[in-house]
Each structure stands twice: as C-alpha cells, then as structure tokens.
C-alpha cells in the first residue's frame, strides 16, 4: 500500500489544521494507521492511532483531548483533526499503516508515507 500524507501548512498558535492519509494499492479498512511526528534534533514520537482490529483510537498523552484520528473507508484515507495548536506540535507528521492491530510504536508499521510540515508559531 501506498500512503501519501496532505494537509499540513503554517498556522498561529490555537489555530487547527486538519492531516489526510491517502492510500492507494490496497483497501485500507484492514489497516491499522498511526499518526507520528519528529521534530528537528528529536525522536520521531507516537501522536495517534486508529485499530481496526479493535475498532479503538488512541493517542499520545501530549495530544489527547486536541486531536482526533478518525477514516474514511469509502476514500481509502485517513485524518487527523488538530485543533488548539501549541508551538511545541511544530514537527514533520508522518501516517504509517500495517495489518496489525495498532501500536504505538514505529517499528510495528510496515507502510509510510512521506510526511508533511506542520509549523505553529507563537
């Protein structure tokens, strides 16, 4: 499966920004995708993931409660809701997939996309 990731843009702090993950090659209902994210000089961290397996999302503590991972099957994509936005969200995001049941590791995803810029500035 293919994975290509949209979306991402500049945008002031307490703004929103909404991400789509776009697969094409396979049906991507029995996917398992995660949302990550790596900022300059850091690791790239878990942000949210959606198991189709357990029909379940979840998310990074640092996220909870502002973003959402939700997908729409009928569009083979994925998405992730951003809303209040903080300087410290300022990172490359990245969709990943497998046919697993999820993890919050990045190890665990075989398919990734190719990433997108999301800048929050002060």
């Known amino acids: 499966v293919q994975l290509q990731a949209s979306g991402g843009g500049l945008v002031q702090a307490g703004g929103s920004l909404r991400l789509s993950c776009a697969a094409s090659g396979r049906t991507f209902s029995t996917y398992a995708v995660g949302w990550f994210r790596q900022a300059p000089g850091k690791e790239r961290e878990f942000v949210a993931g959606d198991s189709w397996l357990e029909s379940s999302t979840f998310y990074a503590h640092s996220v909870k409660g502002r973003f959402t991972i939700s997908r729409d099957n009928a569009r083979n994509t994925v998405y992730l809701q951003m809303n209040s936005l903080k300087p410290e969200d300022t990172a490359v995001y990245y969709c990943?997939?497998?046919?697993?049941?999820?993890?919050?590791?990045?190890?665990?995803?075989?398919?990734w996309g190719q990433g997108t810029q999301v800048t929050v500035s002060s």
């Open positions: 990943a997939a497998d046919q697993s049941r999820g993890s919050r590791f990045a190890n665990a995803y075989e398919y």
